[in-house]
């Protein structure tokens, strides 16, 4: 009987054991795979629903000044600087066009909050923005698995 006799005999007598550490093995990198998958999701999913929370703060915030007059803090433009930029920073984290959207929004906001209760131009132009924001991160969401 030579060695690779012996070894054949050995890997069929344990071919059995062999399999199921193999099967175990894969399991397990299955498994952490599919849990960061869906970890990332879950973040995703999270900062996306955050985004349009802020979204609906910042459109509230202009409709109550541009339609209602109101320079308190239910209508202050000042105050819905803060929804933009944690709208721009919440995207960071987001697919694209998620952060492309942000930045065209924040420019739009950064070019027109303080004509938004005289110009209507302006106030299209920010509210299109919005949108195109909630559009694409609504498509966000449908897309995640």
Do not use: C
Request: avoid cysteine.
């Amino acid at each position: 009987m030579n060695h690779d006799d012996s070894i054949l005999r050995q890997l069929h007598r344990n071919a059995v054991a062999l399999i199921s550490l193999a099967v175990a093995v894969s399991s397990l990198g299955y498994t952490a795979w599919r849990y960061e998958e869906s970890e990332d999701n879950w973040n995703r999913r999270t900062a996306a629903f955050q985004v349009l929370v802020k979204l609906n703060e910042l459109q509230q915030i202009i409709f109550h000044h541009h339609y209602d007059g109101d320079t308190t803090d239910k209508g202050n433009p000042r105050a819905a600087w803060a929804q933009v930029l944690t709208v721009h920073d919440l995207s960071g984290v987001l697919d694209a066009p998620l952060p492309k959207e942000s930045a065209q929004l924040l420019q739009a906001w950064r070019d027109n909050w303080e004509h938004l209760d005289s110009s209507k131009t302006s106030l299209e132009r920010v509210l299109k923005e919005l949108d195109d924001m909630r559009e694409a991160t609504k498509a966000l969401l449908l897309d995640l698995r």
